[in-house]
């Protein structure tokens, strides 16, 4: 069955960098992209962009331009999410979802909360 | 970018009730346009996609319809396990970033 899990949850300073990962498994990774979504403590859902699992192709939301880097490795079927420059209003927990038609499997969640 | 709205921001309704949830695009989607269910403390769930085709094991009383710009989610008859946030997306090819609408609380009357 299609899984994405990712990595635990992170406590950074200010000014500093996380980095998410997604393992995916129960399908042929480079067939699909993997999204980005985060969510702010009691807030809505937020789209931070977009990765092709099949050739690295991004796009990044506007809001996060010059501070997030999507990537994957193929070999080892996960993406990660690499996000600079933290700051106390980018605690959220960070989803990633396999791109399909619409999102139509996500990972568990991952909190990372930045403090000062 | 694309603003997606949804209303209402709440609603307050009882089980067996017939529930509509609005979202409208700042400029046409045509149907690429996505509805989830989010419970507290969990990932989104994907309900229905491509306006009106239901995801696999999701209960046929979901609906969805529309087109270009104004989109519903129907729930036939609220059950206790639909209550729920709800969150549209449209997921235009070419036309990233995917936005979210603000999100729908439906909660017990």
Known sequence: QVQLVQSGAEVKKSGASV??????????FTSYGISWVRQAPGQGLEWMGWIS????????????QGRVTMTTDTFRSTAYLELRS?????TAVYYCARSAMADDYWGQGTLVTVSS | DIQMTQSPSTLSASVGDRV????RASQSVTRWLAWYQQKPGRAPKLLIYKTSTL???????FSGSGSGTEFTLTISRLQPDDFATYYC?????????????????????
């Open chain 2, 89 to 109: 997306q449209q997921y235009k090819s070419h036309s990233m970033p995917w936005t979210f609408g603000q999100g729908t609380k439906v909660e017990i009357k």
């Open chain 2, 20 to 23: 509509t949830i609005t979202c």
């Open chain 1, 86 to 90: 933290l700051r106390s209003d980018d």
């Open chain 1, 53 to 64: 699992a099949n050739n690295g192709n991004t796009f990044y939301g506007q809001k996060f």
């Open chain 1, 19 to 28: 980095k998410v990962s997604c393992k995916a498994s129960g399908y042929t």
């Open chain 2, 55 to 61: 995801e696999s094991g999701v209960p046929s009383r």
